[in-house]
């Protein structure tokens, strides 16, 4: 989800194998191997008089090599990601069996020295019966084990790249109205106000270089917000006094880096659906604040009352657009609110606070300049 499609992809795309290196791979690598020593002695064990003396000694074996084998391939992830799926998925699978090997190994050593048998490690089944049981279990377990991470890889990035198609999609377009009435506008203006209209005309260029952007790159939110204002800045020509913006963004600081285009579909959002039918127009507010490492933007605008509230029925295109870029620039840490009441409607906007050196490092994604 970057800038060019064979460069500059996350490592994540790189390879299928997720970060053992996390506290929550590791915790996942506890629980799936515990499971499979419950099954294994489960499958072993006739009888139940020594089943939890068997499930500790499979347990810790078990488990010996599951951390192990994490940790080695945690190591080795720098070098996955230089390496293609094939490759990657090979030597991951050879890394994990010697892993087994060496702690099999390690594992029959110290039960002889220790008289204690492990299940498959007694006299009668010898040494070298012992290590090819163990290993082909754990040939076995993590080729199943690594076709479901390659299985689970490949669709998260085919869900990525369906909805990067969407967005760009979506981007692509804008409001047929908003450009014919700008148009008709500085038509009208080419004559009277010659200088109006060359401005206009630089404004719309302007707007529009800026909805054909790649949609993965990140702007700073002082870039966003001038955005804001070319659109502001057109639809007054147009609009009058009948259309008011007022900005209150002293409290965030405008350094930070945002998808672009994630605003200004909320100003035309507002400006369409609220400022626009109503006769006798009406202020739309935009509000920013920080909480700690988290940015909040508001945008609210009066509804249409009556009549002239019919007039307009959004489909949310632009919403759902932003929202979904969220999810996929921020996580769960991005999200998109609507609020509606009284004679107002107001949009939260949510996301963390990353300074523009940091941004330039992301990947996040963008949106289309039209509204819903």
């Known amino acids: 989800m970057r800038g060019e499609p064979s460069r500059g992809r996350r490592a994540s795309d790189q390879v299928f194998l997720p970060d053992f290196c996390s506290v929550r791979a590791v915790f996942v690598v506890v629980l799936v191997g515990e499971l499979l020593a419950f099954v294994l ?18 347990s810790l074996l078990v488990q010996w090599t599951a951390l192990a084998s994490a940790g080695i391939l945690c190591l080795a992830r720098p070098v996955m990601c230089r390496l293609g799926m094939r490759q990657a998925a090979s030597l991951s699978l050879l890394l994990v069996l010697f892993t087994c090997l060496g702690i099999s190994e390690l594992g029959w050593r110290l039960t002889q020295w220790s008289m204690v048998n492990l299940p498959g490690s007694s006299p009668e ?42 967005i760009q999609a979506l981007q692509a377009r804008i409001r047929p109205h908003f450009l014919f009435n700008s148009m008709n506008t500085i038509a009208a203006l080419i004559r ?11 404004d719309l260029a302007d707007l529009f270089r800026a909805s054909l952007r790649d949609s993965r790159s990140q702007v700073r939110l002082s870039e966003e917000l001038g955005i804001c204002r070319l659109y502001e800045r057109i639809e007054r020509l147009r609009l009058g006094e009948r259309l008011e913006v007022e900005w209150t963004l002293a409290k965030i600081p405008e350094d930070a880096t945002v998808p672009v285009l994630c605003l200004q579909p909320l100003v035309e959002n507002a400006i369409y659906h609220g400022i626009e039918p109503r006769s006798d ?23 249409p009352t009556g009549k002239e509230r019919r007039r307009r029925a959004g489909n ?6 932003i929202r979904q870029r969220l999810a996929l620039a921020y996580g769960r840490r ?12 107001r949009v939260h906007l949510h996301f963390p606070y990353v300074p523009a050196e940091a941004g330039r490092r992301n990947e996040p994604q963008t949106s289309t300049g039209m509204a819903s």
């Open 41 to 58: 002695v489960l499958a072993a064990t006739p009888g139940a008089s020594d089943f939890l003396t068997r499930l500790s000694l499979v």
């Open 125 to 166: 089944h010898g040494h070298l019966i012992f290590l090819v049981r163990t290993m082909g279990i754990g040939a076995i377990v993590s080729a199943l084990v690594l076709r479901y991470l390659y299985v689970q890889h490949q669709w998260r990035v085919n869900l990525r790249n369906k909805a990067e198609a969407r």
């Open 192 to 202: 009277g106000q010659p200088e109006t209209a060359e401005q206009a005309v630089e």
């Open 281 to 303: 127009g009406g202020t739309v507010h935009i509000t920013g604040r920080r909480h700690r490492d988290e940015l909040e933007i508001e945008v609210c605008n009066p509804l």
């Open 316 to 321: 949310q295109i632009a919403l759902d657009n």
């Open 334 to 345: 991005g999200r998109l609110l609507q609020e509606q009441g009284e004679g107002y409607y």
